[in-house]
């Protein structure tokens, strides 16, 4: 099921408000963090400025990116961190305050949202967690994921595929 179309932004595509269970394989991430009241501009900006000459960001299919709290807000307006990864080769080496990790995969339940406009961001992490307390899987304790479609676009214009880390029914 889709929204209407939001004509403040018409650039942006449908959003999909159905929340779905994916598997993500495991891959090869270069990865950025950065800290503050802000961090997600200043850790995209840096994983940027080393992926885009690299060729990273030209397929996105192929190295899709992805962010999370790292660590979390203790509170409202309080500094936090946030992580950056790209996926790359497995021969990618680090440097240039980049690191490379092995993310291991996993299962996780997906929704779509905004940055701005509906569904929002908040609103849709809260509809994730419902939907695991009230579904057969179980919370699986890892980095919840943000995986920006188009990292390049405007705030406005930023859509976002949402990853819950779940177990599946029976393996928790």
């Keep these: 099921m889709a929204t209407t179309p939001d004509h403040a932004h018409p650039a942006q595509h449908d959003i999909d408000t159905a929340i779905t269970v994916a598997t993500l394989p495991a891959m090869t991430v270069a990865a950025t963090t950065a800290f503050g009241t802000h961090p997600e501009r200043a850790a995209w900006r840096a994983l940027r400025a080393w992926a885009g000459p690299r060729g990273f960001l030209d397929d996105l299919a192929a190295h899709p990116v992805f962010g999370f709290n790292q660590p979390s807000p203790s509170a409202a307006g309080e500094p936090y961190g946030y992580e950056c990864w790209i996926a790359v080769p497995d021969e990618t080496k680090a440097g240039d305050g980049?690191?490379?990790?092995?993310?291991?995969?996993g299962a996780y339940a997906t929704a779509e949202c905004r940055l701005i406009g509906a569904p929002d961001i908040g609103a849709t992490w809260r509809r994730l967690v419902e939907w695991v307390d009230t579904h057969e899987h179980q919370w699986r304790e890892t980095h919840e994921l943000e995986r920006p479609h188009d990292p390049s676009v405007p705030e406005e214009e930023?859509?976002?595929?949402l990853y819950l880390p779940i177990e599946p029914p029976g393996r928790a």
């Design 158 to 161: 930023l859509t976002f595929t």
């Design 98 to 105: 980049v690191t490379v990790k092995r993310f291991p995969g």
